[in-house]
C-alpha cells in the first residue's frame, strides 16, 4: 500500500488567493483526519469523517475553511481567501475502524502564504 | 489547560545514554494513549497505543508505560538514528471520538 497519500507536498501563495489540498487515503479505511502542524500550537485537528460523513468540525479555524469528502479515495481542504496565518503544515491522516493501531499519516502539505 | 502536556520539550542525549521522556495527560475517561515519531518533513509515525495503567509496550529500545496520569517512553541505550520528535496523544472514551489530541513533542537529538 503506497500509504496517505498528499498533494501537493508544497504551496506558496500569495495573501487572498484559494488554496485547495488533496489527501487520498488508505483504502479500506474508514477514517479521515485533517490536521495542521505549527511551531507555536504543535498538531491541532480541524475536522475528521467517518465514511465520507463529516463527524467533528469544531477544530475548524473560521469559514475561510472548508473540507470535503466527495467518496471513500478523496478529501479537500480548501481556504479561501488564505491569509499569512495560515501558514503551516497541513496533515492528512486515516484510520481503520478500530483505531486501535493509530492514524497513518501522510507526508503533509507545507503552506506558506505570503 | 492543555489536555497532554510532554516534558521536557527538548532532550540531548549521548549514544547509549538511557533516559525517559514524560507525557502526562487530563481527560475524563482514556481510550487509549499513542506515542509516535516524526522526522524532519515527514508526518508522525505511530508507535505504541496503550489502554489501561500498568500496560508497557516495547519495540528494540523504547519502552512506553502508562499510569492514570501519565505514560513514560523510556529509551535504552539510544543510537543516533533515534534522533526525532516524540509524539504523545490522547483518545478519550465515550461516543464515537477517535479523534486524537496531542501534545507538542519532546525533540531528542542523541549524539554519536
Known amino acids: 500500500d503506497a500509504g496517505v497519500i498528499q498533494s501537493p507536498r508544497h504551496e506558496v501563495t500569495e495573501m487572498g488567493q484559494e488554496v485547495t489540498l488533496r489527501c487520498k487515503p488508505i483504502?479500506?479505511?474508514?477514517?479521515l483526519f485533517w490536521y495542521r502542524q505549527t511551531m507555536m500550537r504543535g498538531l491541532e485537528l480541524l475536522i475528521y469523517?467517518?465514511?465520507?460523513?463529516?463527524?467533528?468540525d469544531s477544530g475548524m479555524p473560521e469559514d475561510r475553511f472548508s473540507a470535503k469528502m466527495p467518496n471513500a479515495s478523496f478529501s479537500t481542504l480548501k481556504i479561501q481567501p488564505s491569509e499569512p496565518r495560515d501558514s503551516a503544515v497541513y496533515f492528512c491522516?486515516?484510520?481503520?475502524?478500530?483505531?486501535?493501531?493509530?492514524?497513518?499519516f501522510g507526508s503533509g502539505t507545507r503552506l506558506t502564504v505570503v | 489547560e492543555d489536555q497532554v502536556t510532554q516534558s521536557p520539550e527538548a532532550l540531548r542525549l549521548q549514544e547509549g545514554e538511557s533516559s525517559s521522556l514524560n507525557c502526562s495527560y487530563t481527560?475524563?475517561?482514556?481510550?487509549?494513549l499513542f506515542w509516535y515519531r516524526q522526522d524532519p518533513g515527514k508526518g508522525p509515525e505511530f508507535l505504541f497505543t496503550?489502554?489501561?495503567a500498568g500496560e508497557e509496550k516495547e519495540k528494540e529500545r523504547l519502552k512506553a508505560t502508562l499510569t492514570k496520569k501519565e505514560s513514560f517512553l523510556h529509551i535504552t541505550a539510544p543510537k543516533p538514528e533515534d534522533s526525532a520528535t516524540y509524539l504523545c496523544a490522547v483518545s478519550e472514551s465515550g461516543g464515537s471520538n477517535y479523534k486524537l489530541t496531542f501534545g507538542k513533542g519532546t525533540l531528542l537529538t542523541v549524539n554519536p
Open positions: 481527560v475524563s475517561g482514556l481510550r487509549g
Open positions: 483504502s479500506g479505511h474508514d477514517y
Open positions: 491522516a486515516s484510520s481503520p475502524q478500530s483505531g486501535g493501531s493509530g492514524y497513518t
Open positions: 496503550l489502554y489501561s
Open positions: 469523517f467517518n465514511n465520507n460523513v463529516p463527524i467533528d
